[in-house]
Antibody
Framework: QVQLVQSGDEVKKPGASVRVSCKAS????????IRWVRQAPGQGLEWMGW????????EYAEKFQGRVTMTTDTSTSTAYLELRSLRSDDTALYYC??????????????????WGKGTAVIVS | IVMMQSPATLSVSPGERATLSCRAS??????LAWYQQKPGQAPRLLIY???TRATGVPARFSGSGSGTEFTLTVESLQSEDSAVYYC??????????FGQGTKLEIK
């Protein structure tokens, strides 16, 4: 079935970097965008950034500018999230999600319809 | 754009109706989605374009609103509807932001 399979959980020390992967299955990867969303323990959802799988264009939340890099490898249908200079408050569950675009008479709508199961990153 | 959801927690009896609110700090037109998240699970898309139900979402779930005020209504509540519900705006796409969530409890 259509799915996003994320890499395994990570434990990192403060100041280190982490790379999380998100592999797409059973859909044409290039036709969609990928969003990364994180969720700290007991907290809500936080948008980190977005990447166009087709051309690699990115948009990052201001909070993560300078510390985050999102990339894709179209040959393996995989998206990557790299977060550097990790701090204890980066401890969270990191999700990738497929975002699709729908054209309607009212304009373009966007929504995340397929989500990975999440990758836990613990900074300690 | 700051999204504010209310109430933080809502407790409703089975079979009743739940009404969840989401307010934007500036107009987001109809560029709003709703997600449901159950414990230990990834979020699930319910509504996009403020009012369009996603594939497979029961008709008990409906979205309304435009501009800065939005509502998610869940009719005939069932125990399985117990979850946290998030609104998300994307009017300045690809930038986006979420509300802080409303926890819906079934009495």
């Amino acid at each position: 079935q259509v799915q996003l399979v994320q890499s395994g959980d990570e434990v990192k020390k403060p100041g280190a970097s982490v790379r999380v992967s998100c592999k797409a299955s059973n859909f044409t990867f290039n036709n969609y965008y990928i969003r990364w969303v994180r969720q700290a323990p007991g907290q809500g959802l936080e948008w980190m950034g977005w990447i166009d799988s087709y051309n690699g264009k990115t948009e990052y939340a201001e909070k993560f500018q300078g510390r985050v890099t999102m990339t894709t490898d179209t040959s393996t249908s995989t998206a990557y999230l790299e977060l550097r200079s990790l701090r204890s408050d980066d401890t969270a569950l990191y999700y990738c999600a497929r975002e699709r675009e729908e054209m309607t008479p009212r304009g373009y709508y966007y929504y995340m319809d397929v989500w990975g199961k999440g990758t836990a990153v613990i900074v300690s | 754009i700051v999204m504010m959801q209310s109430p933080a927690t809502l407790s409703v009896s089975p079979g009743e109706r739940a009404t969840l609110s989401c307010r934007a700090s500036q107009t987001v037109y109809r560029h709003l989605a709703w997600y449901q998240q159950k414990p230990g699970q990834a979020p699930r898309l319910l509504i996009y374009g403020a009012t369009t139900r996603a594939t497979g979402v029961p008709a008990r779930f409906s979205g309304s609103g435009s501009g800065t005020e939005f509502t998610l209504t869940v009719e005939s509540l069932q125990s399985e509807d117990s979850a946290v519900y998030y609104c998300q705006q994307y009017s300045n796409w690809p930038r986006s932001s979420f509300g802080q969530g409303t926890k819906l409890e079934i009495k």
